[in-house]
C-alpha cells in the first residue's frame, strides 16, 4: 500500500481545509484508514478515522469541525476542516491499517491566529 497525501497549506483561524489521502496498491487489505497530527515540538496524535465499512471516529478537540470521508471509486480518504484554530496547526498524516500499517508523507497545514 502507498498513501499520498495532499492539501495542506496556511488558512486564517475560522477557515476551512479539505485534505486528500489516495491509495495505491492492496486497496483490499485496507480495514481503516486514519488522519493524525504533530504539532512542533509534540507527539503525533490521532485526529479522525474511517474503518472500510463507512464508521467513523473523531478525537475530541475536532469533534463537531472535522469530517472525515472517503471516496471508493477514487480510493481516497478526505478530511475536511472547518473553523480551523490556530491549535490545530501541524503536520498531517494519513495511515492506513490492514494486513500491514502505512504512513503516508505529511502535509502541512498552519493556521495563522
Known amino acids: 500500500v502507498q498513501l499520498q497525501a495532499s492539501g495542506g497549506g496556511l488558512v486564517q483561524a475560522g477557515g476551512s481545509l479539505r485534505l486528500s489521502c489516495a491509495a495505491s496498491g492492496s486497496i483490499a487489505s485496507i480495514n481503516f484508514m486514519g488522519w493524525y497530527r504533530q504539532a512542533p515540538g509534540k507527539q503525533r496524535d490521532w485526529v479522525a478515522s474511517?474503518?472500510?465499512?463507512?464508521?467513523?471516529g473523531y478525537a475530541d478537540s475536532v469533534k463537531g469541525r472535522f469530517t472525515i470521508s472517503r471516496d471508493t471509486a477514487k480510493n481516497t480518504v478526505y478530511l475536511q476542516m472547518n473553523s480551523l484554530k490556530f491549535e490545530d496547526t501541524g503536520v498531517y498524516y494519513c495511515?492506513?491499517?490492514?494486513?500491514?500499517?502505512?504512513w503516508g508523507q505529511g502535509t502541512q497545514v498552519t493556521v495563522s491566529s
Open positions: 474511517i474503518s472500510s465499512g463507512g464508521s467513523t
Open positions: 495511515k492506513s491499517f490492514g494486513l500491514v500499517e502505512k
